[in-house]
């Protein structure tokens, strides 16, 4: 399985909205509605953001949301705040139980 | 508290063997499917391998076929992942996660393999 495609970095101001691509095929992204969104700041755990494409879990700001369109999800963080730089990544469900991550995103607020 | 707590990363030379340990609380451990997920140095996150509640069915990715084990011990709600024949690109910081939309994930324990 090859990694979904993602941008290597994202910026924005504090206030501003930042979107995040996430580009696979028509085997995991394409054919099942199974995204989920990950924050990572570096030597921490990483943190479920978004589930299932578009769903928040209990806790996650609402500054956090997710689509997807055809072969590409997407995560938007609006109002977006100095705490939201982290890494990101989308993962997909890919067939056969198995999960294939995104090359991640390094989100810097300027 | 829901937790996950990994333990058994080492330095360990290539061709060798280490098992690695999560334990389970705060959950019932039995009822959810469970995975193993890396980040080698400076990469990004790689899903390894994950198992069902009754460690019925199993998946790993192609790289570690063969190589790699996972199982589980729902008396004792742990989870572990055998890994054999270890090479250098095995190198990194394994997560125990908890598979329903990996949303719970251990701190990690970091896996060297050199020599």
């Known amino acids: 399985q090859s990694a979904l495609t993602q941008p290597a970095s994202v910026s924005g101001s504090p206030g501003q909205s930042i979107t995040i691509s996430c580009t696979g095929t028509?085997?995991?992204?394409?054919?099942?509605?199974?995204v989920s969104w990950y924050q990572h700041h570096p030597g921490k755990a990483p943190k479920l953001v978004i589930y299932d494409g578009i769903k928040r879990p209990s806790g996650v700001s609402s500054r956090f949301s997710g689509s997807k369109s055809g072969n590409t999800a997407s995560l938007t963080i609006s109002g977006l705040q100095a705490e939201d730089e982290a890494d990101y990544y989308c993962?997909?469900?890919?067939?056969?139980?198995?999960?294939?991550f995104g090359t991640g995103t390094k989100v810097t607020v300027l | 508290e829901v937790q996950l707590v990994e333990s058994g990363g080492d330095l360990v030379q290539p061709g060798g063997s280490l098992r690695l340990s999560c334990a389970a609380s705060?959950?019932?451990?039995?009822?959810?499917?469970m995975t193993w997920v890396r980040q080698a140095p400076g990469k990004g996150l790689e899903w390894v391998a994950n198992i069902k509640q009754d460690g019925s069915e199993k998946y790993s990715v192609d790289s570690v076929k063969g190589r790699f084990t996972i199982s589980r011990d729902n008396a004792k709600n742990s989870l572990y992942l055998q890994m054999n024949s270890l090479r250098a690109e095995d190198t990194a910081v394994y997560y125990c996660?908890?598979?329903?939309?990996?949303?719970?994930w251990g701190q990690g324990t970091t896996v060297t393999v050199s020599s």
């Open positions: 996660v908890r598979s329903s939309g990996m949303d719970v």
């Open positions: 705060g959950f019932t451990f039995s009822t959810y499917w």
């Open positions: 028509s085997s995991d992204v394409g054919s099942y509605s199974l």
């Open positions: 993962c997909s469900y890919a067939g056969n139980s198995a999960r294939v």
